[in-house]
């Protein structure tokens, strides 16, 4: 599986957006993205996850460049629960059993 | 209840102590996932069951850890004559799809293991 590169901190305002970068160069094409985050002292939590087009849910939306090579996960509108580790995975099968989670990303929304 | 269940939630042993961590998976899924956390650091593999048959235990750090999952359903985790590397948290998933036929992972909360 191919490994992902993150910033290993952001901060965000409430209510504002927060994008979250990662890195997948060596992604292949029959890799996905999926993307989970972690609340303190929980298990990870699935968020989303796209192969090539951008996609949307009812908690983010994830935007996948052209070359795949790169993704952002977009909160719209972060509040002070969303204060998590998210981690950017990439797997060569439609779920991430096996992938390399990584350190993630420490997302701190401030009111 | 509709989630991943784990037990205990936190457990302390002391070094040498053998430790059993048990996981009640989502009701019908079909894989079931492994996980070593340490403090400050992302998940990581250790093993992979589709229904009772062990699949991939290439992620166990040592013939100390085991696992099993006997009738498909609920899995054990055992650690013997644990030592102070092993404190950590152990995440248990599932999903209701095989490895390959994918499906989203759900995990429980975790056992807190801290060994003295």
């Known amino acids: 599986d191919a490994k992902t590169t993150q910033p290993p901190s952001m901060d965000c305002a409430e209510g504002r957006a927060a994008n979250l970068p990662c890195n997948h160069s060596t992604i292949s094409g029959n890799e996905y993205v999926y993307w989970y985050r972690q609340i303190h002292s929980q298990g990870p939590q699935y968020i989303i996850h796209?192969?090539?087009n951008n996609e949307t849910n009812e908690m983010a939306s994830l935007i996948i460049t052209e070359d795949r090579k790169s993704s952002t996960l977009i909160l719209p509108h972060a509040t002070l629960r969303d204060t998590a580790v998210y981690y950017c995975?990439?797997?060569?099968?439609?779920?991430?059993?096996?992938?390399?989670f990584g350190d993630g990303t420490t997302l701190t929304v401030k009111p | 209840g509709a989630g991943v269940s784990q037990s205990p939630r936190y457990k302390v042993a002391k070094r040498g102590q053998d430790v059993a961590l048990r996981c009640d998976p989502i009701s019908g899924h079909v894989s079931l996932f492994w996980y070593q956390q340490a403090l400050g650091q992302g998940p990581e593999f250790l093993t992979y069951f589709q229904n009772e048959a062990q699949l991939d235990k290439s992620g166990l750090p040592s013939d100390r850890f085991f696992a099993e999952r006997p009738e498909g359903s609920v899995s054990t985790l055992k650690i013997q004559r644990t030592q102070q590397e092993d404190s950590a948290v152990y995440l248990c998933a599932s999903s209701l799809g095989t490895y390959r036929s994918g499906n989203t992972i759900y995990f429980g909360e975790g056992s807190w293991l801290t060994v003295v």
């Open positions: 995975i990439v797997s060569n099968n439609t779920n991430a059993g096996k992938s390399t």
């Open positions: 796209g192969l090539k």
